[in-house]
């Protein structure tokens, strides 16, 4: 480039091929015009280029977005997925506990036992009463049961603890849901520990449940029973007579349980009691204490 005078500017320009160039004269106001054109057009296509960056980002951003919102509906689907697990679990636990409910075998026992005696005359005098809870297991509204059955046979009672050792759960009955009781005591004992016969009886079950596992059920008569759960050895076998104190089983963790131990139930005809109601005060000579 090249200035002749102060008015003008001239340029050359060769073109490829020509032999001769050419001149492009502009006057000063001219060129300061192409100038500013030339710089607001830098200035526009610099914003351009920051408005298309802008926009780029905040598409990727906008498509990020997209891809969390369907990761989180499909984690959502999975929650609720997952809830009605749950809810299916929750049924299968209930419908299992159920069919795992303390008692209800000794009641199907005893039902089919009273199924095939021979009925008999009732006793018409009764001069001696024991006492026998209501539902709740617990000491009100007490109902009468003879010492002295139908068949002027003996009612023996539990009069001693099976086991030396620690309760650790006590009886509980649940009105709202029964499935829910807990019908008989547990004592923690060292695995091996001899059980024996709370009273004088004859071995009416000796098997395993799913429940308890090695189980044994003394009737003593009258419509008196007591039940012996998670044995690890039984040592005895049905219709086998046995006086109180007797070894009839070895404690163990049998069946459902999470630690050796004896679980203990005392039955009336098909309601259970709480055997403490009927055995010595906890701490007395048998050695068994509330456990902690």
Do not use: C
């Not at 009605?84 to 008692?103: H, P, Y």
């Not at 039902?111 to 539902?135: C, D, F, K, L, Y």
């Not at 109180?244 to 049998?254: K, M």
């Amino acid at each position: 480039m090249k200035s002749k005078d102060h008015s003008s500017h001239m340029f050359l320009w060769y073109r490829p091929g020509s032999g001769h160039p050419r001149e492009i004269r502009l006057s000063s106001s001219m060129f300061k015009t192409v100038i500013i054109i030339l710089s607001l057009f830098i200035a526009l296509l610099l914003t351009g280029i920051g408005l298309y960056t802008t926009l780029v980002q905040k598409a990727i951003e906008r498509n990020q977005l997209l891809q969390e919102n369907e990761e989180l509906r499909t984690e959502m689907l999975r929650i609720m997925e997952l809830e009605e697990q749950l809810s299916e679990l929750q049924d299968f636990a209930g419908m299992l506990q159920r069919s795992l409910t303390e008692g209800s075998d000794l009641q199907r026992i005893l039902q089919a036992r009273r199924s095939v005696q021979r009925e008999i005359p009732p006793v018409q005098q009764a001069e001696m009463w024991i006492p026998v809870s209501g539902e709740d297991g617990g000491a009100n509204g007490l109902l009468g049961m003879p010492l002295m059955n139908s068949d002027q046979t003996l009612v023996h009672l539990p009069e001693q603890w099976p086991v030396e050792g620690f309760l650790t759960r006590g009886y509980h009955y649940s009105p709202i849901d029964p499935s829910f009781s807990h019908t008989g005591i547990d004592i923690a004992v060292p695995r091996g520990t001899p059980v024996r016969a709370t009273a004088n009886g004859v071995v009416l079950v000796a098997d395993w449940t799913p429940r308890l596992g090695y189980r044994i059920i003394l009737d003593h008569g009258g419509g008196v029973f007591s039940v012996y759960g998670h044995n690890e050895l039984l040592l005895v076998l049905p219709q086998q007579m046995v006086q109180s104190g007797t070894p009839i089983a070895l404690t163990g963790s049998s069946g459902i349980s999470t630690a050796p131990h004896l679980h203990f139930e005392v039955w009336v005809e098909d309601r259970s009691i709480d055997p403490q109601i009927l055995l010595p005060s906890l701490g007395d000579e048998d050695g068994v204490t509330e456990a902690g």
